[in-house]
């Protein structure tokens, strides 16, 4: 049963200098766009009780309360349920936060990148330090007790120094779940086409990723996946779903889903998803091999790893035997623990190379 789902709100008011997401400036189809999702949610979900919701972007927080009360109306939630909602502090007001609050969100993730106002211009971010604070202090005042903040590494002119003292910044605002993210210039943002100077190559960006990984350990955090971190009890659900490989909706445009062994897509345009909403795209059927190499290279994000049980139960093979030259070309990066395979700090900073040597 399908008991996660992913809403896409592809608005922001200007494109980041990095961005490659689906997002677009066109905020007058807002209306429309809404009114499609809620479309397809009503024809394509079928009334599971839901245990997470994530409402992503684009900036979900250039809704009006109304268009998500509108939304979340159309589900059906578990008691235990994790409603995430995605906020850009921009002139978010105290009002928005605390009717956010009462539609029934209860974990905001804010997209702050960086404590530090010329790296936030640097990246084309809109909004100040000092946004984000009052960001956090608004949100606590709305009743927010989970809050994540998106912080990214490795942007033009940053020292190991700058990241160190946005991620202290972080973790002593007490948040409860901190991301970071290691930029990459890829094809349809701005740096790829005006590639800015000054960019930290691969090795400082690796001093950074393990820089960050001390400061969140001394706070108290828990390294739970490649790239984020959680105070106890605080592990993001919605995440968690993807990474244990289990099924998900994804509604609006550019989302993608995963339901009855089926993985598909949506168009990027909201023009064109909002001629049909309904309509799939890149539907790929997942065969066995492929839900194996799935739980791997997922399941191995995570610290807590994979289980060769697991795995001897699901897909009946012996993971040792059948991945033994992979385990032994890489065993400096890999800890056994009973039946479980799990990444060093090490390993998860060399993660790609790893984990595409399980991929056929
Ligand atoms: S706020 Fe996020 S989605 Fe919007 S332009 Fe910036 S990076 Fe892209």
Redo the contacts with the bound molecule.
């Keep these: 049963m399908i008991t996660s789902a992913y809403i896409h709100i592809p608005f ?1 008011r200007r ?2 200098n990095y ?1 490659t ?1 689906a ?1 677009f400036t066109e905020i007058n189809l807002k209306n429309t766009y809404i009114n499609n999702l809620c479309k397809e949610i009503q024809h394509r979900y079928k009334g599971e009780k839901l245990k997470t919701l994530y409402i992503g ?3 979900p927080s250039l809704l009006d309360i109304s268009d998500i009360k509108r939304v979340l109306s159309l589900f059906v939630f578990d008691s235990d349920y994790e409603i995430t909602c995605e906020v ?1 502090p921009e002139n978010l007001s105290s009002a928005w936060l605390q009717s956010l609050f009462q539609s029934g969100i209860n974990r905001i993730s804010i ?1 702050a990148q960086s404590f530090n106002d010329k790296l936030l211009k640097i990246i084309g971010r809109k909004h100040s330090v000092k946004d984000i604070f009052n960001t956090v202090i608004n949100a606590r005042n709305a009743g927010f007790s989970n809050i994540s903040v998106d912080l990214i590494y490795g942007i033009p002119n940053q020292s190991v120094c700058d990241v160190s003292s946005s991620v202290i910044t972080a973790c002593e605002l007490d948040l409860e779940h901190i991301s970071t993210y290691g930029l990459k210039i890829e094809p349809g943002s701005f740096f790829y086409k005006n590639l800015p100077k000054n960019l930290p190559d691969e090795d400082m960006q690796a001093d950074m990723y393990l820089k960050i990984n001390e400061i969140c350990h001394k706070y108290g955090y828990h390294h739970y996946e490649i790239s984020n971190f959680a105070k106890k009890n605080f592990i993001s659900k919605h995440n968690l779903n993807y990474w244990n490989a289990k099924e998900y909706y994804g509604f609006g445009c550019a989302s993608a889903g995963y339901e009855n062994l089926v993985r598909y897509s949506h168009l990027s345009s909201i023009e064109k998803y909002c001629l049909n909403p309904l309509n799939l795209t890149d539907l790929f059927v997942l065969n066995t091999q492929y839900l194996l190499e799935e739980y791997i290279f997922l399941g191995l994000r995570k610290a807590e790893g994979i289980s060769t049980n697991e795995i001897y139960k699901k897909f009946n093979i012996n993971f040792d035997n059948k991945y033994e030259k992979i385990l032994s070309k890489y065993s400096k990066y890999f800890v056994k623990t009973n039946d479980r395979y799990s990444l060093t700090e090490n390993g998860f900073l060399i993660s790609n190379c790893i984990l595409s040597e399980f991929i056929n």
Excluded: E, M, Q
């Design positions: 922001c494109k980041c961005c997401f997002s972007g684009g900036t850009n997209g």
